[in-house]
């Protein structure tokens, strides 16, 4: 455990961010190694969609 806390130290952290575009966006500009990835909530949120998207599965 200590050496991943060294090497964490010394290389400094690598982000994977998830939805937030600007969250990234102000990452990559601070030189932190960061990948993105496109998400959104299923059915972007409505319950009423999702619970009939439910109900396909």
């Not at 952290?13 to 299923?42: C, D, M, Y």
């Amino acid at each position: 455990m200590t050496k991943k806390i060294d090497e964490l130290v010394k290389d400094g952290p690598v982000v994977i961010n998830i939805g937030l575009r600007s969250f990234f966006e102000a990452s990559k500009t601070q030189g932190i190694p960061v990948v993105h990835i496109k998400w959104e909530p299923p059915a972007r949120g409505n319950r009423e969609l999702l619970h009939l998207l439910d109900k396909l599965l």
